[in-house]
């Protein structure tokens, strides 16, 4: 079964007064249809500026300067980004749900007017369908008293609600993808949880395919089926997500890994292990492996070979590193 989205050595780069900042630098990744997957890395290293890329939502000066975006079969990078064809894909088939909704819905507009906007320009639906649509969208994400909240404005509805509005607004048009950027960084733990499992049930019953980006490794292990770790604009690990969990092969996902609390382990004074040092400067990359300053696992190929292509450590487990951690652990 081919994949529904399928991205292939993806390259933005920023044209800015300092230099050249190659913010994604050759990432590639796919997903099949009902699948949900989860991009993960720490702030800066590409994950929201490639979701953007995908959809051509770059704006100058960005610049997608190379890739393939595969979708249903067509590149969709080689339609103009404000094209029609391209604005019929974003917000019916590919929906993005955006990382802080108060600045993501107009505060001017009536949240009816914000969904039923998409469904008359998407659907061709009359106002009154389009109102009733937009209702049955309202409670289906768990908003309460949809028929009357349906007419008020943003600011009149907590974090967590605005989020749900920004959910139904990405179910209006029954898209076949979501891509969630950190869709619960503004709200409660608790709302968060609530906001998770609303998506995970939605998807599912919608056979609707999801990215969720995020830099939170709790919820990529409880609801995606594979991971996509980047780091400095590139992808370095990837696999299945419970592969990756008990044996990550990477040096940044391990890293990443011994740096969160562990809530099956025993009680101990055990300290977590954080990762030293900065990433790096997406001005001036190194011409070698761009978490080598950082690495406890380094070897002299390191310092000498370019940044190491991705490699097969095992079934559907890749890595971009020279080094077998297996062997040196």
């Not at 659907?123 to 209702?135: G, N, P, S, T, V």
């Not at 404005?153 to 989020?163: E, L």
């Amino acid at each position: 079964m081919a994949a529904v989205l399928d991205v292939r050595d993806l390259r933005t780069y920023f044209h800015t007064e300092y230099g050249l900042v190659k913010a994604v630098d050759g990432v590639s990744f796919y997903i099949d249809e009902g699948e949900i997957i989860g991009i993960v890395g720490e702030s800066g290293c590409g994950k929201s500026v490639s979701m953007l890329s995908t959809v051509q939502l770059i704006q100058k000066p960005g610049e997608i300067v190379g890739g393939k975006v595969v979708f249903n079969g067509e590149d969709i990078l080689q339609h103009e980004a404000n094209g029609p064809t391209m604005r019929s894909i974003r917000g019916s088939k590919i929906s993005f749900i955006f990382q802080e909704p108060m600045t993501s819905l107009n505060p001017v507009l009536t949240i009816n007017r914000q969904i039923t906007e998409i469904l008359e320009l998407h659907l061709d639906m009359d106002k009154h369908a389009a109102r009733e649509r937009a209702i049955e969208l309202l409670k289906m994400v768990g908003v309460p008293d949809a028929g009357s909240r349906i007419d008020d404005y943003p600011h009149q509805f907590s974090g967590g609600m605005r989020q749900r509005v920004m959910i139904a607004m990405a179910l209006s048009c029954n898209p076949m993808i979501i891509i969630a950027d950190e869709p619960t960084t503004a709200v409660d733990v608790t709302t968060q949880a609530q906001l998770l499992e609303l998506m995970k049930d939605l998807v599912t019953r919608l056979n609707t395919a999801l990215i969720i980006v995020t830099h939170n490794l709790g919820v990529v292990a409880r609801y995606a089926q594979r991971i996509y770790v980047m780091y400095a604009g590139r992808i370095v690990e990837s696999g299945l997500s419970e592969v990756i969990f008990k044996n990550p092969c990477h040096p940044y996902t391990i890293g990443l890994l011994h740096s969160v609390p562990r809530l099956g382990e025993k009680r101990t004074l055990k300290k977590l292990v954080p990762i030293y040092g900065l990433p790096p400067n997406l001005i001036d990359m190194p011409p070698y492996c761009a978490f080598l300053p950082r690495c406890t696992y380094k070897t002299e190929r390191c310092e000498k070979d370019p940044w190491p292509e991705m490699r097969q450590v095992g079934e559907g487990h890749y890595i971009s590193c020279y080094v077998d951690i297996r062997e040196t652990s």
